[in-house]
């Protein structure tokens, strides 16, 4: 997992590389990270970059899992809080918590973990449902690596009726 700055770089630089990669059939690829002890793993073609030790400015009259927003180069983006997203509560941050930037629908937003772990191809083919009669909200969907449980983000979920 990464610890230092250089650590994400690498996860960057790897992204960056990775991307030129094109994968075979149902493969995709997906950068996993943790957050409150679950495994997530999000497209990388949602994946703009990684980052760490960013400020974070706090809104007034958001819902709490907005944690607030933050400047990247000239651009305003809003944060939000993995596990207040999932209704858990805030912990603080760690040197291995990073903001992992995503694009979803032409939107930007930034998504606080608790760590970025590495990028894997997955076949969408050997994913199973979640196991439950409700619509889950973050994921419908999850596959077994390695005796590891990986939760697949739906990424429209994280901004649909909330940003």
């Not at 997906?30 to 957050?35: D, G, H």
């Not at 400015?57 to 709490?64: E, G, H, I, N, Q």
């Not at 590495?118 to 889950?136: F, G, S």
């Given at each position: 997992?990464?610890?230092?700055?250089?650590?994400?770089?690498?996860?960057?630089?790897?992204?960056?590389?990775?991307?030129?990669?094109?994968?075979?059939?149902?493969?995709?690829?997906?950068?996993?990270?943790?957050?409150?002890?679950?495994?997530?793993?999000?497209?990388?073609?949602?994946?703009?970059?990684?980052?760490?030790?960013?400020?974070?400015?706090?809104?007034?009259?958001?819902?709490?899992?907005?944690?607030?927003?933050?400047?990247?180069?000239?651009?305003?983006?809003?944060?939000?809080?993995?596990?207040?997203?999932?209704g858990?509560p805030?912990?603080?941050y760690?040197?291995?918590?990073?903001?992992?930037?995503?694009?979803?629908?032409?939107?930007?937003?930034?998504?606080?973990?608790?760590?970025?772990a590495?990028?894997?191809?997955?076949?969408?083919?050997?994913t199973?449902?979640?196991?439950?009669?409700?619509?889950?909200?973050?994921?419908?969907?999850?596959?077994?690596?390695?005796?590891?449980?990986?939760?697949?983000?739906?990424?429209?979920?994280?901004?649909?009726?909330?940003?």
């Amino acid at each position: 997992m990464p610890e230092t700055m250089q650590d994400v770089k690498n996860i960057n630089d790897e992204l960056e590389r990775l991307e030129s990669i094109p994968t075979p059939g149902n493969i995709v690829r997906f950068l996993t990270f943790i957050s409150d002890g679950l495994h997530f793993g999000v497209d990388t073609n949602n994946v703009i970059e990684i980052i760490n030790n960013h400020k974070i400015r706090s809104l007034p009259m958001v819902p709490d899992y907005v944690r607030g927003i933050i400047n990247l180069r000239g651009q305003t983006l809003p944060i939000i809080d993995m596990r207040l997203r999932m209704g858990k509560p805030f912990q603080e941050y760690t040197p291995q918590t990073c903001i992992v930037i995503l694009e979803i629908e032409s939107n930007m937003i930034g998504v606080v973990v608790d760590s970025v772990a590495q990028v894997i191809d997955i076949d969408l083919d050997k994913t199973a449902p979640i196991p439950t009669e409700n619509r889950q909200e973050l994921t419908n969907s999850m596959i077994s690596i390695d005796g590891t449980v990986i939760l697949l983000l739906e990424c429209e979920a994280l901004i649909e009726n909330h940003m």
